[in-house]
């Protein structure tokens, strides 16, 4: 089972920013948070990864409290390219095994 | 530099015969994974490989079997096909010792069985 857990779905208009939620309540301490980007019959595309706090790239933002039950990664100033499905994964390094979620399907209206 | 390459890119088969789905890992990775990802659902782990042997197996029947190359790359083999294996496959590349959940994807191959 996944250990995360995410909104099936949610809408957006352009130019906002989006912020998606994921949970996880049992992740181990040398667990990750990495974010994953994935449009119709395209594999998965590496978004951004954490461990605490906050992280920023060129691309999207990604928070995790102290606590670390939870995460948000954050999309400023979406566009319509922007419409795909967000995986949330939980895993540590040397992991081999990803287990995937059903991820966040958004979508991003003119 | 090309990123990860998989073959072919659609493929129809018939029930119970046998297929192989091939993969080139991005340059300078040694790692392999496949994965299943059927409509709508994430991405299942299937097996991972690193200096050409199996490291980890996801839940998957022994029809699901793979080899790795000297060169890296990889393949897939699927035998007895069912329909229940209609699905995409990907094929992700990582570098030993850097972060295995920071993967790289190729575009996959559609697999129909019919």
């Known amino acids: 089972l996944a250990k995360t857990t995410q909104p099936i779905s949610m809408d957006s208009y352009e130019g906002q920013e989006v912020n998606i939620t994921c949970s996880h309540n049992?992740?181990?301490?040398?667990?990750?948070i990495t974010w994953y980007q994935q449009f119709p019959s395209q594999g998965p595309r590496f978004i951004i990864q954490?461990?605490?706090?906050?992280v920023t790239n060129e691309v999207a933002s990604l928070f995790i409290p102290a606590d670390r039950k939870s995460s948000t990664l954050s999309l400023p100033r979406v566009s319509l390219s922007d419409t795909a499905v967000y995986y949330c994964?939980?895993?540590?390094?040397?992991?081999?095994?990803?287990?995937w979620g059903a991820g966040t399907k958004l979508i991003i209206k003119p | 530099d090309a990123g990860v390459t998989q073959s072919p890119t659609h493929l129809i088969k018939t029930r119970g015969q046998q297929v192989t789905l091939r993969c080139s890992p991005k340059?300078?990775?040694?790692?392999v994974s496949w994965y299943q990802q059927a409509l709508g659902q994430g991405p299942q782990f299937i097996f991972q490989?690193?200096?050409?042997?199996?490291?980890q197996r996801g839940n998957f029947p022994d029809r699901f079997s793979g080899h790795q190359f000297p060169n890296y790359s990889s393949e897939l083999n699927v035998n007895a096909l069912l329909l229940g294996d209609s699905a995409l496959y990907l094929c992700?590349?990582?570098?030993?010792?850097?972060?295995?959940?920071?993967?790289?994807f190729g575009q996959g191959t559609r697999l129909t069985v019919v």
């Open positions: 992700a590349s990582t570098s030993q010792g850097a972060s295995n959940t920071e993967a790289f």
């Open positions: 340059s300078g990775h040694d790692t």
């Open positions: 490989y690193y200096e050409e042997e199996e490291r």
């Open positions: 049992n992740i181990a301490t040398n667990d990750y």
């Open positions: 954490g461990y605490k706090t906050k």
């Open positions: 994964l939980a895993s540590g390094l040397g992991n081999y095994q990803l287990i």
